[in-house]
């Protein structure tokens, strides 16, 4: 599955985050899921637990990765 999401500020639109999840089956035996973040040429990957899946860790990881990599939002 692969989401792509941007905003528009001042009418232009900036990509801030196209992320993809991706389970193999080792990940789906130890109940993990891998999420790829990507920005522009900026990527990361972060291994989470599923009890501690929520959207709320999911906004969190996204808004980090946004922070660490010192992407300009217009």
């Given at each position: 599955m692969s989401t792509q999401s941007s905003t528009?500020?001042?009418g232009s639109m900036?990509?801030?985050a196209?992320?993809?999840s991706n389970t193999n089956l080792s990940n789906s035996q130890t109940g993990e899921i891998?999420?790829?973040m990507?920005?522009?040429l900026a990527k990361d990957t972060v291994l989470l637990n599923l009890a501690e899946l929520t959207l709320r860790t999911l906004k969190?990881?996204?808004?980090?990765?946004?922070d660490?990599?010192?992407i300009p939002i217009e």
């Open positions: 528009s500020n001042n900036a990509n801030i196209n992320s993809s891998t999420i790829q990507q920005a522009g969190d990881y996204a808004c980090n990765f946004i660490k990599k010192n």
